[in-house]
């Protein structure tokens, strides 16, 4: 038997991508808006009746023919408005592949699905903030106040104030409107894309699929290897969820991995590029400035972000400011332009414990404040990367301080890993940072991998990092007491209890896994309805025990007969409750209760040592 097939099937009977149809009205247009969530069925309690399907957020949006692309869900809704212009765009340009496609003339496969033209914005900033701080509520406002089951208005305010941010480029209509920001459910990215050494466009294609399916709420590219545009174009004309970039590591494919030939020119054109295409957010290490280097030369483990060495390296050779700090500005005006939203990236952060919380680190902190504030001066959304590896007692300073210095703009953090210990684990040992950051209002937390460190991730390990990350989200959710997180626990539990043991695989985040780790020792269909699994057997079950314990005293009547008997019994010798609320019934002298005790021990002996025996 193949029982992690079964499990997979098992999981796509019972969970249905759904839509719930929302009418929608506004000065732009009059729409009805599709928007998914996922139907858990569940089976019923027996004796006692039907169980209600489960809803989750659902991410992984319509089936599509990845050859074809999705359809674009937001086209309507962004020329309605009239603020935006269609235009030729960039010329189609090999260099965009790398020297391999030059070489050949071509990528290796080029995207010949459903696409559009360019789309800029005419005279106005249209961006998401943009329209929230004017007071509209735009379609894609009112599909993630429906998605996230929360009024409009907190989606518009928060939006407007900067504490949350919505990544939608309007040249990437494919994607469902979702929100990052700590009064929203706490989201999770998984990052992907090839390397020089390895990986296709179809594997990554895949990926994305998967991810998508597990939970992923956006995806980043971080393509460095060949056929970089191309690769990117079929995971935007596919993705249902926001794509973000690092705009640096095509720059430098660009000039061959010469970071001193590295320019203001080419990188606006690789950004212009990148938001003709539709990418929704992009790390852009503006923070990492000249003087800031010298901070990292005594570091156990230097500067780790790819992006921030890489500019560290250009300020050098040069001796110059960063472009991306001197240029920040124009990049603003063209962010405004698509509706891009920035990741301030973390170039200085902490890549070991040894050097966490260091000068470099929060004096980069510190620039990423000042540049939230000129990104918001001209509309344009903005959340903050953060670091790296912390030490667990560390990590909710770590936020409070974003928090102060960054005005309340959404933190992103990569994890933090607590440890630096195990590599093969990371996705471990940075999912316990992660739920401790999320915990303090961390709006989205960048997935770990257990390949961390050690290589480029794979399907398994993408599935790894994504199951551990909506692990660490949810369990941030509850403790922040968001409204009605505990409800997949409270239904899950339930079915434990009643032996619903499907309920209880497909309530799991990863009910493929669950399935086969109990078919694992108990595979026939029958142990589906038994009493008890392999952990204790039929005879030592505490849940199998606490059922005939309820069964016997349970009833509602019986419950309230005892708690009253016990009141009274409190009231006649005038104890009074406890001021917390717990009775203490302190009637009897110690010699009482012993003799008390032991009367019973007799009486239970000489029924024959029976725990259950029937009432007469
Ligand atoms: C990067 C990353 C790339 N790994 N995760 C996020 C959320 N953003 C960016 O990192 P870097 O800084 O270039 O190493």
């Not at 970071?259 to 690789?270: G, N, Q, V």
């Not at 959404?410 to 040992?429: C, E, N, R, V």
């Amino acid at each position: 038997v193949d029982i992690a097939a079964r499990g997979s099937k098992q999981r796509d009977k019972a969970h249905i991508r759904k839509t719930k149809t929302v009418h929608f009205d506004y000065q732009y247009g009059s729409y009805d808006l599709e928007v998914p969530y996922t139907e858990i069925k569940l089976s019923d309690t027996p004796g006692v009746g039907p169980n209600p399907p489960f809803h989750d957020y659902n991410t992984e949006g319509p089936k599509c023919d990845p050859k074809e692309g999705l359809k674009p869900l937001r086209l309507d809704w962004i020329r309605d408005r009239g603020d935006i212009e269609d235009y030729e765009g960039r010329a189609r340009n090999l260099q965009d592949d790398g020297k391999r496609a030059i070489k050949r003339g071509r990528a290796t496969k080029e995207w010949r699905g459903r696409t559009h033209q360019p789309m800029r914005a005419k005279d106005h900033p249209v961006t998401q903030m943009w329209y929230a701080r004017h007071g509209i509520i735009t379609p894609e406002m009112q599909y993630v106040a429906t998605r996230e089951n929360c009024d409009v208005e907190l989606v518009r305010s928060e939006l407007a104030a900067g504490r949350a941010v919505m990544p939608c480029n309007i040249n990437h209509p494919e994607a469902e409107p979702m929100i990052i920001g700590s009064r929203f459910l706490t989201k999770l990215n998984a990052n992907m894309g090839n390397s020089a050494v390895t990986s296709s466009i179809d594997e990554e294609v895949e990926k994305l699929t998967w991810a998508t399916k597990w939970g992923a709420d956006t995806v980043m590219d971080l393509s460095t290897g060949n056929d970089i545009h191309t690769t990117r174009e079929w995971i935007l004309r596919n993705s249902p969820v926001p794509i973000g970039t690092v705009p640096m590591y095509q720059a430098l494919e660009k000039v061959e991995d010469d970071a001193s030939k590295l320019s203001w020119e080419l990188f606006r054109d690789t950004v212009i590029e990148q938001c003709e295409q539709g990418v929704d957010y992009m790390t852009i290490h503006a923070g990492v400035l000249l003087r800031y280097v010298p901070l990292t030369a005594n570091r156990v483990t230097g500067i780790v972000s790819r992006g921030g060495s890489i500019m560290a390296d250009w300020c050098l050779r040069h001796h110059q400011e960063s472009f991306l700090y001197t240029h920040f500005d124009e990049l603003c005006d063209i962010f405004a332009k698509y509706d891009v939203a920035f990741s301030l990236g973390d170039g200085l952060r902490p890549g070991s414990l040894a050097d966490a919380n260091d000068a470099a680190q929060l004096s980069e902190l510190m620039t990423l404040g000042e540049l939230t504030e000129r990104a918001w001066a001209k509309d344009v959304q903005v959340m903050i990367e953060g670091p790296g590896h912390v030490p667990f007692d560390t990590v909710r300073m770590n936020i409070e301080l974003e928090k102060a210095v960054c005005k309340g703009a959404p933190f992103y953090t990569l994890g933090p890993l607590t440890t630096d210990t195990a590599p093969g684990y990371d996705h471990i040992t940075s999912a316990i940072g992660a739920t401790e950051i999320g915990r303090y209002g961390t709006a989205m937390l960048c997935y770990v991998t257990p390949k961390e460190h050690l290589g480029l991730p794979n399907k398994d390990d993408v599935k790894q990092g994504v199951i551990a990350y909506k692990i660490a989200a949810h369990a941030a959710d509850i403790a922040k007491h968001h409204p009605h997180a505990q409800d997949r626990d409270d239904a899950i539990s339930k079915a434990r209890f009643e032996f619903r043991w499907l309920d209880q695989f497909n309530l799991s985040y990863d009910p493929d896994t669950a399935i086969a780790f109990h078919d694992d020792t108990l595979p026939a269909e029958p142990a589906k309805m038994a009493h008890f699994c392999s952990m204790c057997g039929p005879k030592f079950c505490s849940m199998a025990i606490s059922q005939n314990i309820r069964k016997a005293f349970g009833g509602a009547a019986a419950q309230e007969q005892i708690v009253k008997d016990s009141l009274a019994g409190v009231a006649a010798d005038a104890q009074p409750a406890a001021a917390d609320g717990v009775v203490s019934a302190n009637v009897l002298s110690p010699e009482e209760i012993r003799a008390g005790l032991d009367a019973m021990s007799e009486k239970y002996t000489a029924q024959g040592g029976k725990l259950y025996s029937t009432a007469t």
